[in-house]
């Protein structure tokens, strides 16, 4: 969900100027000021509003199955209504590439069905990756979430700070290149080995030990011993086909998304469940691991993509 240049183009200034102050500082903390900038337009001027100034063009959204966004916004103008419903969100844990080319953002969210509403209506968590733009400025490639319970006042997560002692790394040096198609293949077996050992063997080989699991209707999990309960068991066979995906140019941190299905056996006569999904990997001792894992349900009623 979001992004900063747009907003500063909105309030009169210039890409250049938001590019310079850009520099200025950390580029992660850039990036977490991007995200913090696409809530408050959200708050401002509309959910809508905000996601077609922060999309990158070539941005990545869930409509239901995944669409190239702007396109998606253009065809599909905003109905009209004496509402405005209300979106808002704030970055709890964000990540970012040594190449400083590419990261994350996740946190909670709360939707108001008008903005003059007291109270919230749903409740979730959201999942974006963002990407640097040629001018420096942030702009987010893919976004999705789940919904979950109302969280209780002791459940409130603490918005991000820059980690104490933080150091932006240095700049990378020789010819810097990195494709997604490892990234794709090791995703494609990743699948194949939760058809063949089961999802809970796979994913304990093929994720990290702090990954954070996000299934709609729960809170996330973090930790692989947590995120068990809510992996298919035996019989049930989890598998998945990667869209896409790209990587940063420092080739350790990247992304795939897709389409899931989870079937009752083997055959895969029986679907009890179908979605998208969307993965963030991360590399440790030079292998592609899980760092995050998403799946979304779509319903065969609103499935038309």
Not at 197 to 219: S, T
Request: proline share 7%.
């Amino acid at each position: 969900m979001k992004k900063f240049i747009c907003l500063t183009l909105l309030l009169g200034f210039g890409s250049l100027a938001f590019a310079r102050r850009v520099e200025e500082k950390s580029v992660f903390q850039a990036m977490v000021d991007t995200e913090r900038a696409f809530a408050k337009l959200s708050e401002d001027e509309g959910t809508r509003q905000a996601f077609v100034a922060f999309i990158a063009d070539d941005g990545i959204l869930f409509r239901p199955r995944a669409v190239k966004g702007k396109q998606w916004f253009a065809e599909h103008p905003l109905p009209q209504s004496d509402k405005r419903p209300l979106l808002s969100w704030y970055p709890a844990v964000a990540g970012i590439a040594r190449a400083g080319d590419l990261g994350y953002t996740t946190g909670p969210w709360e939707f108001k069905a008008d903005t003059h509403d007291t109270k919230s209506v749903a409740w979730g968590h959201f999942l974006t990756v963002w990407k640097r733009q040629p001018d420096g400025s942030w702009k987010f490639a893919i976004d999705l979430g789940i919904s979950n319970p109302q969280p209780a006042q002791a459940q409130a997560e603490a918005p991000w700070e820059l980690p104490q002692g933080y150091k932006t790394p240095k700049p990378m040096k020789g010819n810097l290149t990195a494709s997604a198609t490892a990234l794709l293949a090791r995703d494609r077996e990743f699948s194949q080995a939760a058809t063949k050992r089961g999802a809970r063997a796979a994913f304990a080989d093929y994720a990290m030990r702090e990954v954070r699991v996000y299934r709609d209707g729960k809170f996330p999990l973090v930790g692989q011993d947590l995120a068990r309960a809510v992996l298919p068991s035996s019989p049930s066979v989890w598998t998945w086909e990667p869209a896409a995906g790209d990587v940063s140019v420092s080739d350790d941190l990247g992304y795939t998304y897709g389409s899931y299905q989870i079937s009752g056996d083997e055959l895969g006569a029986k679907v009890i469940e179908s979605g998208n999904y969307f993965r963030i990997w991360k590399k440790e001792k030079g292998a592609w691991r899980v760092l995050f894992d998403l799946t979304n349900p779509v319903p065969p009623e609103t499935d038309k993509n």
